[in-house]
């Protein structure tokens, strides 16, 4: 055990979890009100929404889980920054008009904005179990980076006192998320954010300069992974991989419900708009994370005898602690840890509140308690909150690490399913509400018999076309097929007269709310685009 970077490294979570409970008293409101314990009130400006969509985006098993993937697999695991960059733009024409029809009708959730939509309570319903289910294995996930990085500080891989230094954090995220809801991740997300920075700025300057450069860095890597290997035969190889990653992956993204509870939390639409002209800056740190899985690799962390037993038990996602203990002082190595602690907590908090959120609206209000007060549905959230924790928590103590994993995979294969109904419903009324619930059906079945097809050991499946083989992501494949089962039943059921139900929401609710720069005061309107 390193005293100086645990001494380090607790400080700075002090610090953190005397800020998760001050945050309680920060823009002070009545906590007892679901949009504001879950939302922060809608009062979040560009600054806050930024910190908190980084916080959200960027999570410790980011800093862990890309590094790890291309210091395993090399160029594939790149595939994490073109995804960003694709996804900004769908974002920036996307989520103000999710926000502006969100704030008109006091939706809290997705699922919230897909029932009023469809007058579908059955579709809200499938929106929301979705999300939960994707957000749970998101939260375990969070824990294992926790513990990867609990165990680097010199605490026992195995056993109750391995167990306890995770229990504690837990207790702590959990105290502070049920105090203060979605303030207290927002306010954490700004130390978090400075914390990464920091480490990022200091690898990529510090770890090249010992190792003799970029160049000599790229040349220690084994040549079949510094590039994609180029298709062979009747096939588009790791090039379609690559390619549907990136693609399938940037249209997840901003639909997982803690994303859209961070945009939803926004002051106006036209603080979203300017989130994703600086969020951008993210992607640069992403691309720069990434190349140190390349530097790990090339000053040989895996070769250590003394890190031997933490990738035998880790396996590649131990090589970003390992390079920082390999090339810095004791005490940076705390900051760079708390970067990646902080970066477990943050998000976590704002999935639990996210999950919690889909719980109390779309499945208490809706069929359990519909006449419940607006303090029984706080609290009601608050609760959903430590169980959803609880949950993730006892999944990484009594599974393998690979586990949470494999069911992550899953998420983001059952996640995509909900972007037809929530995506193209802010553009269009003409898919059928039990078109959209039976192509979701197709796509889940389709994209999960995928996943055990691979024996839940990765994501990509080989599509066999007119004699070609096209490697791609299960997600994007299984959305096409949800797209189209959805398509062609809308047609069926409209030339049958099957009723639609009564849409909720009018064009007018989609228009993109732009402050007027002019007097500084209210909100002016812009034009939207057709709602067909």
């Not at 314990?37 to 890309?66: E, H, K, P, Q, S």
């Not at 992956?249 to 997982?256: G, P």
């Not at 639990?352 to 809706?366: D, G, K």
Request: glycine share 10%; proline share 5%.
């Amino acid at each position: 055990m390193q005293w100086s970077t645990l001494i380090v490294f607790l400080l700075l979570f002090v610090l953190v979890t005397v800020l998760g409970f001050v945050a309680a008293h920060w823009r002070k409101a009545d906590l007892n009100q679901l949009h504001e314990w879950g939302l922060g009130g809608r009062r979040f400006g560009t600054w806050v929404t930024w910190f908190l969509l980084g916080g959200d985006v960027y999570t410790a098993y980011t800093f862990i889980a890309v590094p790890a993937l291309v210091f395993g697999a090399g160029a594939l695991g790149f595939f994490a920054v073109p995804y960003t960059i694709i996804a900004y733009p769908i974002v920036f024409a996307v989520l103000p008009r999710l926000w502006y029809v969100a704030h008109k009708h006091n939706y809290v959730t997705g699922a919230d904005f897909v029932r009023g939509r469809y007058d579908s309570p059955l579709l809200g319903l499938l929106v929301a179990i979705t999300g939960i289910l994707a957000t749970m294995p998101y939260i375990a996930l969070q824990l294992v980076g926790m513990e990867v990085v609990i165990s680097a500080l010199g605490f026992p891989m195995s056993g109750w006192a391995a167990d306890l230094p995770l229990l504690t954090a837990f207790v702590i995220l959990a105290a502070f998320t049920y105090t203060s809801g979605l303030r207290a991740p927002a306010l954490i997300a700004i130390i978090k954010d400075s914390l990464v920075y920091i480490t990022v700025i200091a690898t990529v300057v510090i770890i090249p300069m010992q190792l003799g450069g970029f160049g000599k860095i790229f040349a220690a890597v084994p040549p079949a992974k510094v590039l994609l290997a180029a298709p062979v035969g009747q096939s588009l190889g790791m090039y379609s991989a690559f390619a549907t990653l990136a693609l399938g992956s940037a249209l997840a993204l901003f639909i997982y419900p803690h994303v859209l509870t961070g945009v939803l939390s926004a002051k106006n639409a036209r603080t979203l708009t300017r989130n994703m002209a600086f969020l951008p800056a993210y992607t640069l740190v992403l691309g720069l994370l990434a190349l140190l899985g390349f530097m790990a690799l090339a000053a040989g962390v895996d070769k250590v005898p003394q890190y031997a037993p933490f990738f035998k038990q880790y396996a590649n996602s131990f090589a970003v602690p390992a390079l920082l203990m390999h090339s810095f002082p004791g005490w940076f190595v705390g900051v760079g840890f708390a970067a990646i602690v902080i970066g477990a907590l943050v998000p976590a908090a704002i999935m639990s509140i996210a999950a919690s959120n889909l719980w109390t609206r779309s499945i208490y209000r809706a069929y359990i308690n519909p006449r419940c007060t607006e303090a029984q549905e706080a609290s009601q959230a608050k609760l959903a909150s430590l169980v959803v924790k609880f949950g993730a928590l006892v999944f990484v103590l009594a599974l393998p690490a690979t586990y949470a994993i494999q069911f992550q995979l899953l998420g983001g294969i059952w996640i995509i399913q909900i972007l037809p109904a929530l995506v193209f419903g802010l553009y269009t009324r003409w898919f059928h509400r039990y078109a959209l619930a039976l192509g979701w059906l197709a796509g889940m079945t389709a994209g999960t018999a995928i996943a055990a097809h691979l024996k839940f050991a990765g994501s990509i499946y080989p599509l066999h076309v007119f004699g070609y083989a096209i490697p791609g992501y299960a997600a994007l494949y299984s959305l096409i097929l949800n797209i189209a089962v959805a398509a062609a039943l809308t047609v069926l059921l409209r030339l049958l007269g099957v009723a639609g139900g009564q849409d909720q929401t009018t064009p007018g609710d989609y228009r993109a709310a732009v402050p007027d720069r002019d007097s500084g005061a209210g909100d002016g309107q812009m034009a939207a685009p057709p709602t067909l």
